[in-house]
């Protein structure tokens, strides 16, 4: 048998990045998407060579496993996610300036590939991703390929196991959901000034200066797992949110804000002794903040400088 030629093996090794970028928006975790694109290669080097060499298009097979495989993921993370303790949010994303580790290993961090890097663009803001966690597992990957990856609806029929119709409405259901999180997405220049003064008010421990950037329907979301200090619930209501955050400032002395881009957005970072606590993500309406999407699992920061943190700033989030 023959065996696959070194640029027919270097196209398949360069579609890492593009199934990558797939893989974490249709599951909105890091880890979940490494573990999907590992899967999607164990599967093409299980194949002999002569069955790899009659594969037509090598990149189209690698991006219909890897939807197949994270339509399976999805079925299963409603199982999960109904188990988890208390809310759960996608994986926040650093700049690519600062992202600092992977898991391509198996989980020991090491400098990451930037191959292996997500691309930040609007398909991957918070509040987008939110909204994508409220679909169904068909909805969520019919819309990602079409309307994202522009993947023709007869592709995505083949890949989701529908007729092109069907598909056809299942992307339309799923922009019909999205309308809100575009508007909560609002210009960035905007959000950039707007999360600056919030960080000010915080930093003052401003009461009144919060609930006057906070939109009096407000709600602060935060995700611990079970394994570093959160609300179990949404925090709502500007003045209940403003209390909540100045609180947790009272209760961890030395609390460092810093500005950073989060999933593409101007967000912020809060960091206790050298180590990012909580990475925070914000949706706005006009112009004030609308959502405050809080992550603190440590598993979820493993890219953020610092990650992982334990000890006080990581134990009194739960308020």
Same mark, same amino acid.
């Given at each position: 048998?023959?065996?696959?030629?070194?640029?027919?093996?270097?196209?398949?090794?360069?579609?890492?990045?593009?199934?990558?970028?797939?893989?974490?928006?249709?599951?909105?975790?890091?880890?979940?998407?490494?573990?999907?694109?590992?899967?999607? +290669?164990?599967?093409? +080097?299980?194949?002999?060579?002569?069955?790899?060499?009659? /594969?037509?298009?090598?990149?189209?097979? %690698?991006?219909?496993?890897?939807?197949?495989?994270?339509?399976?993921?999805?079925?299963?993370?409603?199982?999960?996610?109904?188990?988890?303790?208390?809310?759960? /949010?996608?994986?926040?994303?650093?700049?690519?300036?600062?992202?600092?580790?992977?898991?391509?290993?198996?989980?020991?961090?090491?400098?990451?590939?930037?191959?292996?890097?997500?691309?930040?663009?609007?398909?991957?803001?918070?509040?987008?991703?939110?909204?994508?966690?409220?679909?169904?597992?068909?909805?969520?990957v019919a819309f990602i390929l079409?309307?994202?990856?522009? +993947?023709? !609806?007869?592709?995505?029929?083949?890949?989701?196991?529908?007729?092109?119709?069907?598909?056809?409405?299942?992307?339309?259901?799923?922009?019909?959901?999205?309308?809100?999180?575009?508007?909560?997405?609002?210009?960035?220049?905007?959000?950039?000034?707007?999360?600056?003064?919030?960080? @000010?008010?915080?930093?003052?421990?401003? /009461? =009144?200066?919060?609930?006057?950037?906070? @939109?009096?329907?407000?709600?602060?979301?935060?995700?611990? =797992?079970? %394994?570093?200090?959160?609300? #179990?619930?949404?925090?709502?209501?500007a003045e209940r949110v403003a209390?909540?955050?100045?609180? !947790?400032?009272?209760?961890?002395?030395?609390? #460092?804000?810093?500005?950073?881009?989060?999933?593409?957005?101007?967000?912020?970072?809060?960091?206790?002794?050298?180590?990012?606590?909580?990475?925070?993500?914000?949706?706005?309406?006009? @112009?004030?903040?609308?959502? /405050?999407?809080?992550?603190?699992?440590?598993?979820? %920061?493993?890219?953020?400088?610092?990650?992982?943190?334990?000890?006080?700033?990581?134990?009194?989030?739960?308020?």
């Amino acid at each position: 048998m023959s065996t696959p030629s070194e640029p027919d093996l270097g196209a398949v090794i360069g579609e890492r990045r593009q199934l990558t970028n797939l893989a974490y928006r249709m599951l909105g975790s890091v880890a979940e998407a490494e573990d999907a694109v590992q899967e999607t +290669y164990a599967r093409w +080097y299980a194949m002999t060579p002569g069955q790899r060499d009659a /594969i037509a298009s090598p990149g189209a097979w %690698l991006t219909t496993v890897a939807s197949r495989v994270c339509l399976d993921v999805l079925g299963s993370a409603r199982v999960r996610r109904e188990r988890y303790v208390g809310e759960w /949010i996608p994986e926040p994303l650093p700049d690519r300036s600062e992202w600092v580790g992977g898991r391509a290993d198996g989980g020991r961090d090491e400098p990451a590939d930037p191959a292996d890097r997500v691309t930040l663009d609007e398909s991957v803001n918070m509040a987008f991703l939110v909204v994508l966690e409220s679909m169904t597992p068909a909805e969520r990957v019919a819309f990602i390929l079409h309307d994202v990856f522009r +993947y023709p !609806f007869a592709e995505v029929a083949d890949i989701v196991g529908r007729s092109a119709p069907a598909c056809r409405q299942l992307a339309a259901s799923a922009r019909r959901r999205l309308r809100d999180a575009r508007a909560e997405a609002g210009p960035a220049a905007g959000q950039a000034v707007l999360v600056r003064r919030f960080k @000010d008010a915080w930093e003052a421990k401003d /009461i =009144g200066a919060l609930i006057g950037l906070l @939109d009096p329907e407000a709600a602060m979301i935060t995700d611990g =797992g079970g %394994l570093a200090g959160a609300a #179990l619930r949404p925090v709502e209501g500007a003045e209940r949110v403003a209390q909540y955050l100045v609180h !947790f400032a009272d209760r961890v002395p030395g609390l #460092l804000l810093l500005e950073r881009t989060v999933n593409g957005r101007p967000g912020l970072v809060a960091q206790h002794a050298g180590v990012t606590a909580t990475v925070a993500a914000f949706g706005l309406a006009g @112009d004030r903040v609308h959502r /405050i999407w809080a992550v603190r699992n440590p598993e979820k %920061l493993r890219p953020w400088p610092g990650h992982g943190g334990s000890g006080a700033a990581s134990q009194s989030w739960g308020g």
